[in-house]
């Protein structure tokens, strides 16, 4: 007779996570870097758009959409 599989997520192991890590670390360190380090020379190349504060939100919602994605239809890995 066979043996019962059993299915367990991938977890923490999930590239979509590893993803949006990443894209939100980056997003955060733009977000800072705009909202605190940018002089008037940087947004004289931006024509007066903040280019690393709207970067930076970009990525902090990418990463909330691949955290979001990743959560709500988690990969399923069948143990044999």
């Given amino acids: ?5 059993t299915k367990k ?8 996570y590893i ?6 670390f980056y997003g955060v360190v733009l977000v800072v ?5 940018t002089s008037e020379e940087d947004l004289a190349k931006g024509d007066g ?3 690393n504060l709207w970067t930076g939100i970009a990525l902090l919602v990418t990463a909330a959409i691949f955290g ?3 959560r709500w239809r ?3 890995v069948e143990d044999s």
């Avoid at 007779?1 to 599989?5: A, D, G, L, V």
């Avoid at 870097?33 to 380090?37: K, M, N, Q, R, T």
């Fill in 9 to 16: 997520t991938a977890g923490a192991f999930d590239i979509r």
């Fill in 49 to 51: 758009f903040h280019v």
């Fill in 33 to 37: 870097v705009g909202l605190f380090f």
């Fill in 74 to 76: 988690p990969i399923i």
């Fill in 68 to 70: 979001a994605w990743a």
């Fill in 19 to 24: 993803i949006g890590g990443l894209l939100g």
């Fill in 1 to 5: 007779m066979s043996e019962p599989t």
